[in-house]
T-cell receptor, first 111, second 114 residues
Framework: DAKTTQPPSMDCAEGRAANLPCNHS???????VYWYRQIHSQGPQYIIH???NNETNEMASLIITEDRKSSTLILPHATLRDTAVYYC????????????FGSGTQLTVLP | ETGVTQTPRHLVMGMTNKKSLKCEQH?????MYWYKQSAKKPLELMFV???????ENNSVPSRFSPECPNSSHLFLHLHTLQPEDSALYLC?????????????FGQGTRLTVV
């Protein structure tokens, strides 16, 4: 699985959009981009995933660049409860492959 | 509620004790995973089971012994642990072979070895 690079930490004002970047320059054609988050001492929570098209669900939007070498997770209106570590993972589809978690980005939403 | 339930949520055990962690999922998934998360460290994959067969063992010491009696249940048997084994142990499940779906995690068992 391709490796990812994320900033270690980011702050965001409550009510504003949080944009979390991820670089995955070695991603291959059959690898999806997944985002999870982990609120302190809880299990990771799935947010969203995509292959090459932009995706949106009730939690967030995922923007993937045309060359697929980077992506951005957007939380449109961040709340204090969105404070968590956010993990960007690239993963091969079609097999029972494990999720390899890096260090992620600690997002702190400020009041 | 993710559909993956871990028990107990907290466990304190001595180094000579034997205990077991339990994970149960009611999502119809075929793959189940054990992860370990030590303080201030990324999640580390320990074991992967696919259709009840162990497919990954990431060099985990033998004092950790997994068991997967069926696709819905996963256990982690613990014996003669060390204080450095204190961590959050997380179970996850996913659809598994041939499918690209997200993994769902339990809330974890916070283990303290004294």
């Amino acid at each position: 699985d391709a490796k990812t690079t994320q900033p270690p930490s980011m702050d965001c004002a409550e009510g504003r959009a949080a944009n979390l970047p991820c670089n995955h320059s070695t991603i291959s054609g059959n690898e999806y981009v997944y985002w999870y988050r982990q609120i302190h001492s809880q299990g990771p929570q799935y947010i969203i995933h995509g292959l090459k098209n932009n995706e949106t669900n009730e939690m967030a939007s995922l923007i993937i660049t045309e060359d697929r070498k980077s992506s951005t997770l957007i939380l449109p209106h961040a709340t204090l409860r969105d404070t968590a570590v956010y993990y960007c993972i690239v993963r091969v589809a079609g097999s029972a492959r494990q999720l390899t978690f890096g260090s992620g980005t600690q997002l702190t939403v400020l009041p | 509620e993710t559909g993956v339930t871990q028990t107990p949520r907290h466990l304190v055990m001595g180094m000579t004790n034997k205990k077991s962690l339990k994970c149960e999922q009611h999502l119809g998934h075929n793959a189940m995973y054990w992860y370990k998360q030590s303080a201030k460290k990324p999640l580390e994959l320990m074991f992967v089971y696919n259709f009840k067969e162990q497919t990954e063992n990431n060099s985990v010491p033998s004092r950790f012994s997994p068991e997967c009696p069926n696709s819905s249940h996963l256990f982690l048997h613990l014996h003669t642990l060390q204080p450095e084994d204190s961590a959050l142990y997380l179970c996850a499940s996913s659809q598994g072979q041939g499918r690209d779906t997200e993994a769902f995690f339990g809330q974890g068992t916070r283990l303290t070895v004294v």
